[in-house]
């Protein structure tokens, strides 16, 4: 009979066993950031007392997966067995939503404990479990089935510059609607609720534009835990292919969606590779457009340079990159913002 | 009888079954996962909505996880997952039960 025990990684020899177990069976990144935002770790031993399964849970995420078959009673014994014990432990804190991001191999297996896919591409999957789910996300969502020609555009808006405003007007021009998402992260220098409440003034006289929060859906693709992936080029290729095909795969066909707006990216590296990505993995079914990026004089109009602006308190260039609201919005709060800032927001970043 | 709380009961090992409740807005909704549903899904929602309205509770969303679970086992779990989606595992109903 195998038994499930506490794991503590903070304890040398622990964690030893629990790598080398993990690196027999493939899974060999234990960078800083995977291992440290882990919550609790089980380990399955046998009789014994070896080793032959564990799982990690991190917040809502179930990762670090890995189970031996030898000597079990049944093939995948031990995984449901497992999983059954990290599905309840997230229960018990109330967590009854989750998810699991692994090699595409093993969306099988956790489909047979419940899981449902919601995204898969050749370099990882993303499933979930539990409830609300996508379908009950996509339910709350207006839908326009007469509609021919229907555009999404996803972004931070950190915050809501005249970029933006350009682009989703163009896209407001081209198209009888257009979805536009605003991630859910709170990672950086405005918060989702003042973002989204920003994206809402600054769009609110282009009647065709459906505001529409992210959620659990359309996040910020680097928070993609990526544990079983060796190669760290091949990261940001996995998490941004895999946030394309959440769009592809269970936005787009839900919503009619046909074209996906983005702006051109001369600034950042990764966003660049985003962009390189969605293209790839979007087009044909779905046109992606990218739209050079608008300038202000010689100035390309970015979020990370209006955030720098804020820093310096520059109000009168800020009239210029940002659209009224927004700017009202930065007057009223600029002591708060720059206090974020001073007590070490990252200001850097898309 | 309105759902207080989401809740879970049972686990997705051999034999057994994974029910959990949410509320709902139209009547049972059910999403069933099982090797057999083809030839046991209607039994086992059949069972788990027998105990639903043993309880009077008339909206719930219900996911379910099924691993070959005999209809006892079914019942059995299914009582604890209301019992807590009501908040009344100190106060069981013994009349339903």
Known sequence: ?350 | MEIKKMAMAGTLESSDIQIMLSAGTNGYEFELESDVAKQFGDQIKATITSVLQAYAIDNAKISVVDKGALDLVIKARAVTAVQRALEIVDTPNWEVL
């Open chain 1, 1 to 350: 009979m195998d038994t499930i025990r506490e794991l503590y990684l903070t304890d040398k020899v622990s964690q030893k066993n629990w790598q080398t177990f993990l690196m027999a069976r493939g899974i060999s990144n234990f960078n800083q950031q995977e291992v440290a935002s882990i919550d609790q770790t089980i380990g399955l031993y046998n009789e014994e007392n070896q080793l032959v399964g564990t799982g990690s849970i991190a917040k809502n995420v179930i990762k670090f997966v890995a189970v031996c078959d030898i000597g079990a009673v049944a093939k995948g014994a031990r995984f449901n067995q497992l999983i059954s014990e990290l599905t309840s432990r997230l229960g018990a804190q109330g967590i009854f939503h989750q998810f699991v991001f692994t090699k595409p191999a093993y969306v099988t297996s956790f489909k047979h404990v419940g899981f449902q896919a919601l995204g898969v591409t050749e370099l990882g999957a993303i499933l979930e479990k539990g409830l609300p789910n996508i379908k009950d996300y996509l339910n709350q969502i207006p839908k326009f089935p007469n509609a021919k020609k229907v555009a999404g555009i996803v972004m931070n808006a950190n915050p809501f510059t005249k970029g933006h405003r350009y682009l989703v007007e163009q896209a407001a021009k081209d198209n009888e609607v257009v979805y536009l998402f605003v991630v859910n992260a709170d990672v950086s220098l405005f918060s989702t609720t003042e973002r989204l409440e920003l994206v809402r003034q600054g769009t609110s006289d282009l009647t065709n534009v459906i505001v529409v929060n992210g959620q659990d859906y359309l996040v910020s693709f680097i928070s993609f835990p990526a544990y079983f992936i060796k190669d760290n080029d091949a990261i940001i290729r996995y998490q941004t292919e895999l946030d394309a095909s959440i769009f592809k795969q269970q936005i787009a066909p839900a919503l009619g969606i046909t074209a996906r707006y983005l702006g051109s990216e001369p600034l950042s590296h990764t966003t660049n590779i985003y962009n390189e990505s969605l293209q790839r993995i979007l087009s044909p079914d779905i046109t992606v457009k990218i739209l050079k990026r608008a300038t202000w004089d010689t100035q390309i109009i970015s979020a990370s340079y209006v955030r720098q602006l804020i820093k310096v308190g520059d109000v009168s260039t800020l009239a210029a990159m940002v659209p009224a609201t927004t700017l009202t919005f930065i007057q009223n709060n600029l002591a708060t913002l720059q206090l974020r800032i001073s007590k070490g927001q990252n200001i850097n970043g898309n």
